[in-house]
């Protein structure tokens, strides 16, 4: 039986890569990311905190969000660059068909892909936590540039699995710039899809190698988490690898630090900033979610039915 071996991730996606991805959407999506432009097997801040475009003209493709509601995927771990395009095509498409059913127009929105090196192989939980955390800072600096240089008229953020704290990092380093007086962008919308992060995640980090991201309800407008406790990868894998519950299998541990942060997020920024929050139990046995079409049986089942992204298009409000 052979071992596993640790794998390199794969750098940027090449332009025509992406732009074959996009063919079966109305609208193509911008595909970006922080992968660098060559295979390193370590995290490295000076690489993997800096964005790409895999377009042949990067401004011009990000100049195409100008007034524009825009939507970044974030995929999860260990999923290589030519899954995460897939992954978020797919995504994108089922996205584009809710809106049109919801008599809205595609072509108002613009649908970016942000992939990162999480892909190193299923036993290196803990490798891909160190690239999401530089990512994050990639993360941050791509909204900033879509909202403050390209004029995108207001960002939502969709992450899957450890996607979640790639978005959480860059909800905090928003918050922290909005604290401070240094910036005016945030997140409109952030939905988690079985994010694989802790269930306490909202706290304070009692140890120095927790990732943990209190701040993060500063640079998030509404926060949606969309949890299953029919996901079996977040109940054993994820418990087995960060000795800790996933906030995507049963939500928070406790309501408290998003609570207060729901007060406080307004009294501290002042009007129109404000944090709002919602947990969303997609789990077969659900007491709230009663639709079956809606519900999560394993990790991957969160937009496996169309259904499933015309209920998350209806929070994008």
Request: zero cysteines; charged letters at 20%; a neutral charge.
């Amino acid at each position: 039986m052979g071992q596993a071996k640790r794998r390199k991730p794969d750098p940027m996606p090449k332009p025509a890569a992406a732009a074959t991805a996009s063919k079966k959407l109305t609208v193509p999506m911008i595909v970006t990311g922080s992968r660098g432009t060559r295979r390193l097997a370590d995290a490295d801040f000076d690489i993997h905190s800096v964005y790409h475009v895999a377009a042949a003209e990067p401004n011009a493709a990000l100049d195409t969000v100008a007034d524009k509601h825009t939507i970044i995927h974030v995929h999860g771990y260990n999923v290589t660059a030519r899954q995460s395009l897939d992954t978020a095509a797919d995504f994108f498409a089922k996205t584009q068909t809710a809106l049109t059913d919801d008599g809205q127009n595609p072509a108002d929105y613009a649908y970016v892909a942000f992939t990162w090196p999480g892909d190193v192989g299923p036993l290196w939980f803990g490798d891909a936590q160190e690239f999401a955390q530089f990512s994050g800072v990639a993360l941050y600096e791509l909204v900033r540039a879509l909202v403050e240089k390209h004029g995108a008229k207001r960002v939502t953020l969709v992450t899957h699995s450890l996607g979640a704290h790639v978005g959480l990092r860059s909800a905090a380093i928003l918050g922290e710039r909005l604290y401070s007086g240094k910036g005016n962008t945030r997140y409109h919308n952030a939905l988690l899809l079985a994010p694989a992060v802790e269930d306490d995640v909202f706290e304070r980090p009692k140890l120095l190698d927790e990732f943990h991201f209190p701040d993060a309800p500063f640079g998030i407008g509404k926060l949606h988490i969309f949890a299953s406790r029919a996901d079996g990868i977040l109940k054993n894998a994820f418990f087995a690898s960060a000795l800790d519950k996933a906030l995507g299998y049963a939500g928070p541990q406790s309501m408290k630090p998003l609570q207060s942060m729901a007060r406080r997020v307004g009294e501290v920024l002042g009007e129109p900033h404000r944090f709002e929050f919602q947990l969303h139990d997609l789990s077969p046995n659900s007491t709230t979610i009663i639709n079956p079409a809606l519900h999560a049986h394993d990790h991957g089942d969160y937009w496996a039915r169309q259904n499933q992204t015309d209920y998350y298009i209806n929070h994008l409000a």
